[in-house]
């Protein structure tokens, strides 16, 4: 099991990690292996766990472990190069902590991660499109492993980018209607880049990225109806929108953290790669913020309602930046990858918070006006990476104050030769 006791080794490890990661410019991106070395009399179809090896040339290898079984959980581990992935594949399917590990402890310099053990309906009466102050009789919180996931495709794009794509199929034990589902797309990066898709979010090395789509995503929560005419309700709800729990958690020391983690907002003058989106949101763990030893995501803040990604049709995603001390571990996060890997760790030496977003502004319709929402965001270990200007944005400045300079300069020019011949 991975403990969290830090001592003056771990320390050094990470400073020297950071060190050489500094010299890293690539990783290698092995394909995704999913559920390795299940045996075949073990319900091995489950997506209980997708591992993406990540060799850099700095030391290190990047661990990417994605789960969709009980509580969906995407983490990242850094460990030495020779370090390899344990599971005990009964103790996993029974739910018990510490059936994935690594060969060595020692091995594991740091890791970070987070779980979305929940999806809430609320109605939102006034408007606002935000979960705050929503009286409990207006929404129900639905536990994630009340759904079945499966693996439906595996993205083997270069040695430098992988990835694969969970979708709900039951609810309850019953399969859901065409159309209906989650899909989660995560994507582990090798290389300094941006995402194909809208946002076009940055991507390095030490990256990865999650793509939340809710799509048609209509279920009875409550077994009610709506009596209001005209109204599209989802379980009697006339103003339906969806919102989601988040635990996020990292290996840090607990006893010297004021702000485990802590949200920032960042302003851009470039909307080039997200039309219309001049922001860009962030949550960083504390020795992100220190010395780049630790964790981030990072997102900008819109989601599409279409499968087209158009700014003209989105929406807004609010996240709670309170940040309360996670102190209690419901049923899907001990159904889940997280719980396999740290167990009661979670809540006991790791440091780990909780948090809501919420999909929705004011005029957008609602849940069901699209009946469709995809949210984008990053994660990565270090420092988020920062925005700047392309080449071509860059040339295009460059010619549009140069070539005016450079007509004075030559007009200039011209009229005091003029002006010499004259004399």
């Known amino acids: 099991m991975l403990l969290t006791i830090f001592n003056w080794k771990c320390w050094l490890l990470c400073a020297f990690w950071i060190f050489v990661a500094k010299a890293d410019e690539t990783r290698t991106v092995h394909h995704p292996e999913v559920n390795p070395e299940c045996e075949d009399d073990l319900p091995c179809d489950k997506p209980w766990i997708t591992y993406v090896k990540a060799d850099g040339n700095n030391m290190t290898t990047l661990h990417h472990l994605w789960g969709a079984v009980g509580a969906p959980t995407m983490m990242v581990a850094v460990t030495d190069l020779n370090a390899t992935l344990r599971i005990s594949w009964n103790n996993l399917i029974n739910g018990t902590a510490g059936s994935v590990d690594f060969n060595d402890f020692d091995d594991v310099q740091y890791a970070f991660g987070f779980v979305i053990p929940n999806i809430i309906l609320f109605d939102d009466v006034n408007d606002t499109g935000t979960i705050d102050n929503i009286p409990e009789e207006k929404l129900v919180s639905v536990p994630m492993s009340s759904f079945t996931w499966k693996l439906t495709e595996t993205l083997n794009a270069t040695g430098q980018e992988q990835g694969v794509v969970?979708?709900?199929?039951?609810?309850?034990e019953t399969p859901l209607a065409n159309g209906t589902k989650i899909s989660i797309k995560v994507t582990a990066y090798g290389e300094d880049g941006r995402s194909s898709a809208l946002p076009h979010l940055i991507h390095t090395p030490n990256s990865g990225q999650i793509g939340i789509?809710?799509?048609?995503?209509?279920?009875?929560?409550?077994?009610?109806?709506?009596?209001?005419e005209g109204a599209a309700p989802i379980s009697g709800f006339s103003n339906p929108r969806w919102a989601m729990d988040l635990v996020f958690f990292s290996m840090e020391h607990r006893d010297s953290i004021k702000k485990g983690f802590e949200y920032e907002t960042v302003k851009s003058l470039d909307d080039e790669y997200s039309p219309g989106v001049f922001n860009i949101d962030m949550i960083t763990t504390n020795l992100s913020r220190v010395n780049s030893t630790g964790a981030y995501m990072q997102w900008r803040p819109v989601c599409y309602l279409t499968s087209d990604l158009d700014i003209t049709y989105s929406t807004f995603p609010h996240v709670n930046t309170t940040f309360e001390e996670l102190n209690y571990l419901d049923d899907s996060i001990k159904k889940s990858l997280a719980y396999a890997v740290f167990g009661e760790e979670i809540i006991n030496s790791l440091v780990s918070t909780k948090s809501v977003i919420a999909f929705g502004q004011s005029k957008d319709g609602f849940y069901t006006g699209s009946n469709y929402t995809a949210w984008t965001l990053a994660y990565g270990i270090g420092s988020p990476p920062t925005e700047?200007?392309?080449?071509t944005v860059i040339l295009i400045i460059s010619l549009g104050s140069g070539i005016p300079l450079l007509v004075f300069i030559m007009g200039g020019t011209y009229v005091g030769y003029r002006k010499l011949r004259g004399h």
Do not use: M, Q, W
């Open 388 to 391: 700047s200007f392309s080449t």
């Open 213 to 228: 789509i809710l799509d048609h995503l209509i279920l009875n929560v409550t077994n009610e109806a709506s009596n209001e």
């Open 166 to 172: 969970f979708e709900t199929v039951e609810f309850n």
